[in-house]
Each structure stands twice: as structure tokens, then as C-alpha cells.
């Protein structure tokens, strides 16, 4: 069997990639809940027009409802004025429901999908933030890919952002060469999905693990197996913390009951984690052959 130096180079002869995951799941994940730009935050906003499915239709519903306490804020990326304004409103929100929980841990990230021109506007969007909202700004783990994804394009410096929180490299994370060149600008770090690859995540896994270079696990929506699949890798890597799964908000039906009977601790938060228990056996622990005796057949 191949060792990464093959692709990684040869400072990694004679390692593989189980050196740089953890020898079993951990059992309990947290769970990054996505607070789109169109949700809704708090109940006085509710109306007629929400659907009526058994899940919450407001942030300050849904913490109390899966014990939440990890959130990632989309953002605009172009208007300042309403992100700061957003980002607070969202960790308001959610220190008061947890509050009510008689919860002190709150962490929240902010994902603005490449829209910025420049990294001096999360700098300056963090710095409103620190002047207006301390206690926000220290709950900001991290920036995930503030600007366009082709980093050759303007070759953005990061090193300004990074200095005041990490800032993730997600959709520009494509190959060993652009983790690389983005080291080279300044990023602090890199977004591992399942659903780019999971060759491509093991190689990325052991490089930042070598290099001291914080990740994440994030999602694209993954729903059904898919999210059990990338739950468990994230709950077999060092993550900075948990990992994203916002299917089960989003496409809550596209996952069959059978799945739900082997792996209901994924699909269903509690205390704003994902229990990994189920996660067993060979390969990545789908325990396929029971979710299928139970009739899971996707189409549920």
C-alpha cells in the first residue's frame, strides 16, 4: 500500500492516513445549525404563511428544540450595515434561549459564500462588531471563505483577517496545490466535505494534522446516508469544533424511517449534538444491511 508521500510529498514517507484520524468515533458531535439569511430569528416574526411540519420555524424555537448551541450565520457579504446588524441579532437570540436552558456555551461562525471584494470588509464588519457586541465577537469561532474562489484571481492577503479570527478556505479548497497557495496568502485553515471526496479529505486531513492547521467538517445539505457519512467522518477527525449537518432542517423527509430507527441520534440533535453510537461495523458503519431489513430504501 502506497504511503502519502505519494501525494503529499516526501516528508510524509512511511505515514499513512490512519495516523491522522482518531481511532474510534466520538461519541457525541456538536452540530453547526445554519441560520440562513431569510430565516426567521424570533417568534414575534412567525405568521400564517409558516408551514405547520412538527419542526420549528424560528431560531429561538429551534434551540430549545435540538438544545442548540453551535450556529452559522449566512451573510450577504455586500452590506455591511445588515450583516453586523444580523450577526448580533443572532447571538442575541440564541444567548437568550440558552439562557433559559441554563447554558453558557455559544459559538457561532459566519459564512458570507465568496461575496466579499476583499477581506478588509470582514475586517471591518468583525471590528463593528467587537466596538458594538463584545461578548458576540468573542463567540465568532471562525470566517469561512469570505471571498472569491479562485485565489489566483487577486491573490487576497488574509493575514490582516486572520489576525483578528481564523478565516476557513472552503470552495477554493480543491486540490493539494491550492491548500498551498492558500497557506502561502494567509488563510488560517481548511473546510473538509464529504461530498467533495473522501480520498481528497483523508490527504487534506493528514496534511493540516502534520502542519498544525486547524479544519472543519462542513455540509452541502447532504441529506439521508450522505449526512450519516459526513457526521462520521467528522466525528473521527479533530475538527474545530463538531461539524455542519443542515440537512435535517432543511430536507427533513428525504430521510427514510428505517434510517432514522439505526441512525436516529444523527438525524435528531440533543443537547445541540448528534450521537454517533449507531455508527458501526465496517466501512463508514452505515449498517446498510439493517437500515434495508427495516425497508429503507431512500425513497420513504
Not at 236 to 244: A, D, K
Request: glycine share 8%.
Amino acid at each position: 500500500m502506497d504511503d502519502l508521500s505519494r501525494w503529499l510529498g516526501p516528508q510524509f514517507a512511511g505515514e499513512y492516513p490512519e495516523q491522522y484520524i482518531r481511532p474510534q468515533y466520538l461519541p457525541r458531535l456538536p452540530v453547526f445549525h445554519l441560520v440562513g439569511g431569510l430565516d426567521k430569528l424570533s417568534r414575534a416574526e412567525l405568521d400564517d404563511s409558516d408551514p405547520d411540519d412538527g419542526l420549528p420555524n424560528c431560531l429561538a424555537d429551534w434551540i430549545p428544540f435540538e438544545g442548540l448551541y453551535c450556529l452559522k450565520v449566512k451573510l450577504r457579504g455586500n452590506d455591511l450595515d445588515w450583516d453586523v446588524e444580523r450577526t448580533i441579532a443572532v447571538h442575541d437570540i440564541g444567548r437568550e434561549e440558552l439562557n433559559k436552558l441554563g447554558r453558557e456555551e455559544l459559538h457561532l461562525t459566519a459564512d458570507t459564500n465568496e461575496m466579499c471584494d476583499s477581506p478588509q470588509y470582514i475586517v471591518e464588519m468583525l471590528q463593528r462588531i467587537r466596538e458594538r457586541s463584545p461578548e458576540c465577537f468573542d463567540r465568532i469561532l471562525y470566517i469561512e471563505q469570505p471571498t472569491e474562489r479562485d485565489l489566483t484571481a487577486h491573490r487576497h492577503d488574509m493575514r490582516e483577517l486572520a489576525a483578528l479570527k481564523p478565516v476557513i478556505v472552503d470552495e477554493s479548497l480543491t486540490t493539494v496545490e491550492s491548500f498551498d497557495l492558500a497557506m502561502e496568502l494567509g488563510w488560517s485553515g481548511i473546510a473538509l466535505k464529504t461530498c467533495k471526496g473522501q480520498s481528497s479529505d483523508m490527504l487534506f486531513a493528514a496534511k493540516a494534522g502534520k502542519l498544525g492547521i486547524p479544519y472543519t467538517v462542513q455540509d452541502l445539505t447532504n441529506p439521508s446516508i450522505a449526512l450519516i457519512h459526513s457526521v462520521g467522518l467528522g466525528a473521527r477527525l479533530y475538527t474545530i469544533m463538531g461539524v455542519e449537518a443542515n440537512s435535517r432542517q432543511f430536507f427533513p423527509s428525504s430521510t427514510s424511517e428505517a434510517e432514522k430507527r439505526v441512525h436516529g441520534g444523527i438525524f435528531r440533535l440533543r443537547d445541540g449534538q448528534a450521537d454517533t453510537s449507531s455508527l458501526q461495523g465496517t466501512g463508514l458503519g452505515y449498517r446498510m444491511s439493517e437500515v434495508l431489513a427495516q425497508g429503507g430504501s431512500g425513497e420513504e
